[in-house]
């Protein structure tokens, strides 16, 4: 409609509204969006706020409930393997050790050997409820996310790209964050419970087994847990920073070749290179910290074990002269002990996961619950038999969302009556897109309003008046595929019949009938 009739009201107001110097703005404010503040922005918010760990699992149906339930209690009882572990393993050494010589020792060990199997095949079950419930559910729901976010994404109003998101955003948050995201809510969860189990269960059958020697092997926790938990957060912090580098690095390229012909027309391709190679040396270097972070850690931690094990060995020897204790009871606690002490310094990298996981999913999550101003999914709104035509702004006030102190109307009218073809006519940067965004309702005016015959565009149901607008942009896009395809994205279920008239109607029938495959299949590349 716009195309067809929308070209001659009045171009009176545009050389008002026109200036110069806003052409200039407007370049350094479109690169300053997409450059510089929206990554700065971004990480300022990610680092401090998270959502609330039970807030990841918004999105789980009742299969995923059931999957989660029969999930965990496979991870506890994988977890409680280990101690349980350790209690044949104290019995085995008491059948050495009592029957060094007698011909019993066989008898016994196979007894003990039995117990392994049943331990073993409880065991296999367990971990594979664990393993297997936790990740199909957090794929499961991962891929709810993902479609939430692009179906909101979507819907959103054009004031929202503009100011607040731009591609390489979303397709990283959707490739990326969601990996995060899934991270935190998928095996993770379970290996933690599995964990957690492990560390419960190993004090508890290890106290029952031998408080005093326990007491004693416990002063070996606080320096392990430390030296887990300081190596986790170190990692975690520099795996942070080399994420943001790369996020950084990605929306060069992104940038770069998405506007190649800018790029190229400026020989700024060197700049973008170099520009590249920045992020990514700082990706490295956190990427060679943090390795030798990881070894240091390691080597702390294996360090700690060991010596733990020395000094338990030797009091075990002591409360076995002193207090009565047997060998096998001895080595349960020591190797309970160890096994439950292990399992929490082993449970800080799914701690820190949880924690990328919840920052991810807040930026995340905040898309998803975004109510748009101008919704394209709305389905109220008044829906007309058939459309006049008749185009009118009237007294029309505005400003974009993105440089709210810049009026590009004040006052603005213009009408257009159906059936007549109006050109609007004025210096670049004057106006004439914005009206047709007026038009399409992808901005709301201030004060004023736009009108359709007569009535308020906010008034009709957004998606039907948009379907009743034909708009061929300044930079026209084509879709990777063929002609008939393109032009049937104007209207859902359009005929061959359609499509043909509405070639013809925008005069390109002549040129498409040219084309090798006529209409049809022929690709679009090239163009
Ligand atoms: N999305 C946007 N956010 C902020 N400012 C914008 C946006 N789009 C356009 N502007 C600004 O609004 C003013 C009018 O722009 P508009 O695109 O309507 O001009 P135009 O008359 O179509 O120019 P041209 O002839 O170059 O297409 C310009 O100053 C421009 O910088
Ligand atoms: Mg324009």
């Not at 009201?9 to 200039?24: F, P, R």
């Not at 073993?120 to 990740?135: D, H, P, S």
Request: charged share 20%; proline share 3%.
């Amino acid at each position: 409609m716009a195309v067809e009739n929308g070209r001659n009201g009045g171009n009176k107001d545009m050389d008002e509204a026109s200036t110069s110097k806003s052409q200039e703005g407007e370049e350094k404010s479109s690169g300053g969006r997409g450059d510089q503040q929206k990554p700065g922005k971004s990480k300022g918010d990610e680092e401090t706020k998270t959502v609330p760990f039970l807030k990841l699992f918004s999105f789980a149906d009742s299969t995923d409930i059931l999957l989660m339930i029969l999930g965990t209690i496979g991870a506890v009882g994988n977890g409680a393997s280990f101690p349980i572990m350790t209690i044949l393993f104290g019995d085995l050494i008491n059948s050495f050790g009592e029957n060094q010589n007698g011909k019993e020792v066989v008898h016994l060990i196979s007894k003990v050997s039995l117990k392994f199997v049943y331990l073993g095949l409880g065991a296999a079950v367990a971990a594979f409820f664990q393993v297997a419930c936790w990740m199909v559910t957090g794929e499961r729901q991962a891929a709810r996310i993902r479609g939430k976010y692009l179906t909101t994404i979507l819907k959103q109003d054009i004031a929202f790209f503009d100011k607040e998101t731009n591609t390489g955003e979303v397709v990283g948050r959707m490739s990326g964050d969601t990996v995060l995201i899934q991270d935190a809510m998928g095996e993770k969860v379970g290996k933690f419970i599995q964990l957690v189990s492990t560390f419960i269960g190993g004090f508890i059958i290890a106290f029952i087994k031998g408080w005093l020697l326990t007491l004693v092997m416990l002063s070996s926790i606080p320096p392990l847990v430390i030296a887990g938990a300081g190596l986790a957060i170190v990692i975690a912090r520099m795996a942070t920073r080399g994420q943001t580098a790369y996020a950084k690095a990605a929306i060069v390229v992104e940038q770069t070749i998405g506007s190649i012909r800018t790029v190229a027309s400026f020989t700024g391709e060197r700049q973008a290179l170099s520009n590249y190679k920045k992020f990514l040396a700082t990706a490295y270097t956190s990427g060679v910290q943090e390795g030798f972070t990881s070894g240091l850690g390691l080597g702390i931690v294996m360090l700690l074990v060991f010596c733990s094990y020395a000094l338990a060995v030797w009091f075990g020897g002591k409360m076995i002269l002193e207090k009565g204790y047997s060998g096998g009871s001895v080595l349960n606690v020591i190797v309970a002990v160890l096994v439950g002490s292990m399992s929490l310094g082993q449970a800080s990298p799914c701690l820190s996961s949880f924690a990328g996981g919840q920052a991810a999913a807040y930026k995340m999550f905040e898309t998803i619950n975004r109510k748009p101003e101008i919704d394209s999914s709305d389905t109220r709104g008044k829906v007309l038999d058939d459309i006049g035509g008749d185009v009118e702004l009237r007294d029309v006030y505005f400003t974009y969302p993105a440089r709210p102190d810049e009026q590009i109307f004040a006052g603005f009218s213009l009408f257009i009556p159906s059936g007549t073809t109006a050109a609007l006519v004025g210096q670049s940067g004057s106006g004439k897109s914005t009206v047709i965004s007026l038009i399409e309702r992808f901005y709301d005016p201030q004060a004023g309003e736009v009108l359709i015959d007569g009535i308020n565009l906010k008034e009709f149901q957004l998606k039907w008046i948009r379907e009743k607008i034909g708009l061929v942009s300044q930079e026209p896009v084509l879709f990777a595929s063929s002609i008939k395809d393109n032009i049937a994205y104007g209207k859902d279920g359009a005929t061959t019949e359609e499509i043909k008239a509405a070639a013809e109607l925008a005069n390109a029938a002549k040129f498409i009938d040219k084309l090798p495959q006529v209409l049809n299949w022929f690709p679009l590349h090239n163009f």
